[in-house]
């Protein structure tokens, strides 16, 4: 089968290579449409935490059942279905209370245990497999497993006010967040990004504000929206320097800074700002599989965030997916990869 494969830093082969052999409770799926990360960025570039060259690009996924083990209940071929990618040990402190995404042991697509779903056919457990509705494309349905990280940060929200959120950065993951923070009952919901179109996609989408921090104050814009008061929580979803203090700065006292963004390296940060103020900062890793759960339902329901896939590309063009995200010099928010359309 056709893989698209990162041979090393910057470099993407599509190669053929073995089609995985399934397990008693695994099933083959047919690809249809994948999703760029950021994460995929990461492994390209050589900055991704675990997922090292050589590896198969991608996690997010769409397709057909085409194949079950002998122990697989739930599905039949010709099922249509999303992933959700990651297998914890089973054993650990974290996967015994269902916190598969802080198992140090954990499977993920793109390493040695697991393919990645940029590719012709890909394997699963049946109990990580999830139905994707009859009415939903292919495409949308590959948004479940952002979705999924974006609705784990606002439940990683302790403050119980929902008045006031602020998202910095509205890429998939900060407008995935937005839309997840709007089901949630956020009431006013402010977003940044460095991007117009990024902007525009974030107003339509429900925010009250939308700021640029290249042309604004960002921090003063927010403080005169919310009466001097601050937001009750901002979620960091882009990666930049002085993103946490500027996070901090628009923070109500007693509020929360969450951060969802791979800031891949370290930066400083003013530490007054959390004393003070009495701020509380917490990280959001992936997601628990209630998460995903509740992904798979808001999309299968008709959630409709069909304008956040500005591009197509097929599979043999994966390295100039890659490189839209990255250049940004294109209008973008997520670029889907199709593999057997
Ligand atoms: N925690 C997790 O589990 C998890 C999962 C997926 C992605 N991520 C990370 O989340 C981050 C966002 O992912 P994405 O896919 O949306 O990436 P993306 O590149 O599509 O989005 C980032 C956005 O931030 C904007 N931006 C850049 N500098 C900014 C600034 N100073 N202020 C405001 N906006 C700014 C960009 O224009 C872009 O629209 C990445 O760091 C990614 O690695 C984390
Ligand atoms: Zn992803
Ligand atoms: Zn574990």
Redesign the pocket.
């Known amino acids: 089968m056709k893989a698209a494969v990162v041979v090393e830093p910057n470099k993407v082969e599509i190669q053929d290579i073995g089609i995985p052999e399934i397990k008693g409770d695994e099933v083959l799926i047919k690809v249809k449409t994948v999703g760029v990360?950021?994460?995929d960025l990461?492994l390209f570039k050589g900055t991704h935490a675990f997922r090292k060259p050589p590896a198969v690009l991608g996690h997010e996924v769409a397709g057909e059942i085409i194949k079950i083990g002998n122990d697989v209940t739930n599905f039949k071929v010709g099922d249509r279905v999303t992933v959700e990618p990651h297998i914890g040990c089973g054993k650990c402190e974290y996967c015994i209370k269902n916190l598969i995404n802080l198992c140090s042991n954990k499977c993920v697509p793109g390493t040695e245990s697991w393919g990645g779903t940029f590719a012709d056919y890909f394997n699963a457990p049946q109990n990580k497999v999830y139905k994707i509705a009859d009415h939903i494309s292919d495409e949308i349905a590959t948004l479940i497993e952002?979705l999924a990280?974006g609705i784990h940060a606002i439940e990683r929200i302790s403050v119980p006010e929902r008045d006031t959120i602020a998202i910095?950065?509205?890429?998939?993951?900060?407008l995935l967040t937005l839309v997840a923070a709007r089901e949630a009952g956020y009431k006013h919901i402010i977003c940044?990004?460095?991007?117009p179109f990024?902007l525009k996609m974030a107003e339509r989408h429900g925010a009250a504000l939308a700021l640029n921090?290249l042309e604004e104050d960002v921090a003063a814009k927010i403080l005169e929206f919310t009466n001097g008061r601050g937001v009750d929580v901002a979620i960091v979803?882009?990666?930049?320097k002085v993103?946490v203090d500027q996070a901090a700065s628009i923070v109500r006292k007693r509020g929360e800074v969450g951060i969802?963004?791979?800031?891949t390296q370290q930066i400083p940060v003013n530490t007054y700002q959390f004393v003070f103020n009495e701020i509380s900062l917490f990280g959001?890793?992936?997601y628990e599989t209630k998460d995903f759960k509740k992904a798979c339902k808001l999309i299968n329901e008709g959630l409709d965030i069909s304008d956040f896939i500005t591009q197509r590309l097929p599979l043999n063009q994966s390295q100039q997916a890659l490189d839209i995200?990255s250049e940004?010099k294109e209008n973008v928010?997520k670029v889907i990869v199709e593999v057997n359309q």
């Open positions: 990360c950021g994460s990461h952002p990280v910095l950065g509205s890429g998939t993951i900060g940044t990004d460095t991007q990024n921090p979803a882009a990666d930049s993103i969802v963004a791979m800031i959001a890793m992936t995200l940004k928010v």
